[in-house]
């Protein structure tokens, strides 16, 4: 464990209002949740981090992707804001930060919404080949256009409607491609999906209100919300319809309206 955890680069509207955390995925950075943040009417004090490798804290030192130390960084944002407790909105990547958080470091949490995310592979063989993947996606960054590595990423089944919003896609794209290769290639090498220990036997013991959101298009993630919210004590699942893996960009008018329902409606 490093000694002492970088600043994460940060936004924080201020505020009286509860806090609430927000993580990005893969790829992304805190301009990710914009929108979602500046419609919120429950009165929230929104703080959006950009996660190593990404956004403004860029390439950091590689001991603090892995997840314990990623979630150390995290903290200590908390921590520099005064903040002990919040509320958590976290996507894929940003989900699965978002479970080790609420698994190892629950009384800094309350309320959690988790997007289109999982809590990792138990299949020991499988978790080796998802590292191995992630390994050559890890390459073809550095070796490779940033352009043809998204373009190939977005043909995936699961982003499939993303590049119907062409404008919306094209001003996504354009951030992707502003990314530090170096700060992706290892963000995959240390936070993959396969480089973190899965948490399944974990989720029976949270405490937390839980809303998983999932895509009824992206049949992998939907299969897994529906078992995790099955295994959660205090856990609601909801199914966004004609969305595939990004809700939040896909279908914002129905993700804001689920977000905002849960967090009124789950008051602590």
Same mark, same amino acid.
């Given at each position: ?28 950075? &805190?301009?990710?949740?914009? !929108? ?11 703080? /959006? ?20 130390? $990623? ?7 908390? !921590? ?17 930060? /978002? ?19 999982? +809590? ?39 982003? +499939? ?13 354009? &951030?992707?491609?502003? $990314?530090?290769?170096?700060?992706? +290639?290892?963000?995959?090498? +240390? ?5 973190? /220990?899965?948490?399944?036997? &974990? ?28 295994? $959660?004590?205090?856990?609601?699942? $909801? ?30």
């Amino acid at each position: 464990m490093p000694e002492k955890s970088p600043l994460l680069a940060f936004n924080d509207t201020g505020g009286e209002g509860r806090p609430v955390l927000f993580l990005h995925g893969f790829a992304g950075d &805190r301009r990710d949740w914009a !929108d979602i943040r500046e419609r919120l009417s429950a009165p929230v004090r929104a703080i /959006a981090v950009d996660l190593p490798g990404h956004g403004e804290t860029g390439m950091i030192d590689e001991e603090h992707f892995a997840m314990p130390n $990623c979630a150390s960084a995290v903290l200590a944002v908390l !921590d520099h804001l005064d903040i002990h407790n919040c509320d958590l909105i976290a996507y894929s990547m940003g989900g699965r930060l /978002a479970l080790y958080l609420l698994v190892h470091h629950g009384d800094r949490f309350g309320r959690a919404i988790l997007e289109s995310t999982t +809590a990792g592979i138990i299949d020991e063989e499988e978790r080796r080949a998802r590292c191995k993947l992630d390994e050559q996606r890890a390459g073809e960054i550095e070796r490779s256009s940033l352009t043809a590595f998204f373009m190939k990423w977005y043909e995936q089944p699961m982003f +499939a409607g993303m590049g119907l919003q062409r404008d919306r896609f094209e001003s996504l794209l354009q &951030r992707r491609l502003a $990314c530090r290769r170096e700060g992706l +290639a290892q963000s995959l090498r +240390a936070m993959g999906t396969g480089a973190q /220990a899965p948490l399944w036997d &974990r989720l029976g013991s949270l405490e937390h209100n839980i809303l998983f959101i999932a895509g009824q298009l992206d049949g992998k993630f939907r299969t897994v919300a529906e078992r995790m919210s099955d295994l $959660c004590p205090h856990a609601e699942l $909801c199914i966004i319809p004609r969305s595939g893996h990004n809700v939040h960009f896909e279908q914002p008018d129905r993700f804001y309206t689920e977000v905002e329902s849960f967090l009124i409606s789950r008051r602590t």
